[in-house]
């Protein structure tokens, strides 16, 4: 069983900058794979980013890619989502995930956390 815990959601104006975090406890950290979703009011919950064990391979959606970035500190059993040039299509709540095997599939995960709101004003 793995728990995990968002924070550093909040309110940014466009263009801003916000950098989310997800702390870990339960069984090893590094034995899983993260990612990042996210859900806006009266969508489907989409995939933002993804890390690998060991934290060398990423991949982002290609609506995030160059503004984004996902990293993780296995030390800390922590993932964080630095989140630059925010749009106001950015808001929604931001879940992350934790998998035993790597993937973009919402399917793919095995544990999620509660969320945390980002709003992008315009």
């Known amino acids: 069983q793995v728990q995990l815990v968002e924070s550093g959601g909040g309110l940014v104006e466009a263009g801003g900058s916000l950098r989310l975090s997800c702390a870990a406890s339960?069984?090893?950290?590094?034995?899983?794979?993260m990612g990042w979703f996210r859900q806006a009011p009266g969508k489907e919950r989409e995939f933002v980013a993804a890390?690998?064990?060991?934290?060398?391979?990423?991949y982002y959606a290609d609506s995030v890619k160059g503004r984004f970035t996902i990293s993780r500190d296995n030390a800390k059993n922590t993932v964080y989502l630095q989140m630059n040039s925010l749009k106001p299509e950015d808001t929604a709540v931001y879940y992350c995930?934790?998998?035993?095997?790597?993937?973009?599939?919402?399917?793919?995960?095995?544990?999620w956390g509660q969320g945390t709101q980002v709003t992008v004003s315009s």
């Open positions: 890390i690998s064990r060991s934290g060398v391979t990423t």
């Open positions: 995930a934790a998998a035993l095997r790597s993937g973009s599939q919402k399917s793919d995960y095995n544990y």
């Open positions: 339960g069984r090893t950290f590094s034995s899983y794979s």
